[in-house]
């Protein structure tokens, strides 16, 4: 093996490479070479093109490190892609050659025009003494650049990369969502246009890690929203729109990248409403994905019952216990405590939010209990109001003395927190 690399090293190191990336080598290559080139704020023609690898098959160390870096967060985001649009039932991507390609060339390719067109192309032309005229002036050559680098690929490449925006925004709308078992849908706020501006492929870091990571971030620097405002859309569908194409494909047709939902017409385990169905049920699989950061975790009080969430002397202690355990775990655990009600319910039944909720709304709180006399707390007798006393809230000595984690046998019908 050492004497075939002596022999042929640039052959050899093409070939590492090409399986490290796959077929997306010559797309993830030009960005990388661009990036590292600084091309900033060039048009489509001025940079290196996909066909680079022919013309220059060297790969340098700068190369090599910037190929490893973003390949990484691009399987990582295929990974989480086909999870969350393909098959809900693995966190490895499960997508086909074909699929996985068009993935990844999307990505690369949107990453290419966030580094050539986005953050850094404005600290590279505006400057901070810049009139509001200059300004103006770069703002409109910018979208004349975006324009044109979107008006150099087909329309169904085009159509690949909105539904991976779309993939992303919901992603950094999940991170900047406050419901426990509502995802919500791609939105465009300056937060989820920001990151895309910066760089898509780092979205993973905001799915692992909340919008904290995003350190560019700074919302009183007024000039460069106009920038990040629509950065993608606003060019790609003027591009789609001069060719008399909508801009966005109906939601009832096929859509880009993925051939074959697997499950795609299963329903509910217990309900079995078509209003919910396929990759919108939950089951142990990808719990996980419902929360991940501290934002979420705060949400998921809403869904004790009555208002021991507001308990004064178990609620920060309540908090933690969820910060520290894997979701899979408190979902998982809830069906040990299954109440009379729930008994043909399961852990592997797949479940649409609303049931989902419905059953962590009815077994959070006795769950709680059960890690409390796990610790090995001493739990005192019951409340009578339960759940739903208002002394628990604003008196902690009451708090303490009584176990307010249990069903009120007397007082109001606890309110329903939704």
């Known amino acids: 093996m050492y004497n075939v690399f002596q022999q042929h090293p640039r052959s050899v190191v093409r070939s590492v490479a090409y399986n490290l990336v796959g077929p997306a080598l010559p797309q993830a ?6 990036q ?21 098959p060297v790969l340098s160390r700068e190369d090599i490190t910037g190929l490893v870096a973003i390949s990484t967060a691009v399987q990582e985001l295929e990974n ?39 953050h850094n192309a404005y600290e590279s032309n505006i400057e901070t003494d810049s ?51 509502t995802i919500p849908p791609a939105i465009y706020s300056p937060e989820s246009s920001f990151v895309l501006y910066c760089a898509p492929h780092n979205v993973i870091d905001v799915y692992k890690g909340g919008l904290d990571c995003i350190t560019e971030w700074d919302p009183d620097t ?60 939950w089951g142990p699989s990808n719990w996980s994905y419902l929360w991940g950061n501290q934002p979420l975790y705060a949400s998921i009080a809403r869904l004790l019952k009555g208002r021991v969430g507001a308990n004064l002397a178990d609620r920060a202690h309540f908090l933690t216990v969820l910060q520290e355990s894997p979701a899979e775990e408190i979902v998982g655990g809830l ?22 909720e419905k059953f962590i709304r009815d077994h959070l709180h006795i769950w709680y209990l059960g890690q409390k006399v796990k610790r090995g707390d ?14 628990q809230t604003h008196k902690l000595a009451h708090a303490q003395k009584l176990n307010h984690w249990c069903e009120p046998i007397k007082g109001d019908a606890p309110p329903t927190n939704l």
């Open 29 to 34: 290559l030009r960005f990388v070479r661009c």
């Open 131 to 181: 009139d509001e005229e200059e300004i103006d002036s770069a703002l409109e050559e910018a979208k004349k650049l975006r324009k044109g680098f979107f008006g150099s690929l087909s329309t169904p490449e085009l159509r690949d990369i909105q539904r991976i925006e779309t993939f992303l925004r919901g992603i950094i709308a999940r991170a900047e969502g406050a419901q426990f078992t």
């Open 222 to 281: 007024t000039e460069e929203i106009f920038f990040h405002d629509d950065f993608i859309s606003g060019p790609l569908t003027s591009v789609l729109v001069d060719r008399k194409e909508p801009p966005l494909l109906p939601i009832n047709q096929k859509q880009p990248i993925i051939e074959e939902i697997v499950g795609e017409h299963d329903r509910c385990s217990q309900c079995q409403s078509d209003t919910a169905q396929g990759l919108d049920l």
């Open 378 to 391: 001493l739990i005192p007798g019951n409340c009578w109001y339960g759940y739903n006393c208002r002394t």
């Open 335 to 356: 069906f040990d405590y299954k109440t009379p009600t729930y008994i043909t319910w399961n852990k592997a039944d797949w479940l649409c939010s609303q049931c989902l």
């Open 80 to 118: 989480l892609f086909s999870w969350r649009m393909k098959d809900r039932r693995y966190k490895t991507s499960q997508l086909s050659l074909v699929e996985s390609t068009r993935f990844q060339i999307a990505m690369y390719r949107l990453s290419l025009f966030s580094a050539v067109y986005g």
């Open 36 to 56: 590292n080139a600084q091309l900033y704020s060039k048009s489509v023609d001025e940079l290196l093109g996909e066909d680079d690898i022919q013309k220059n």
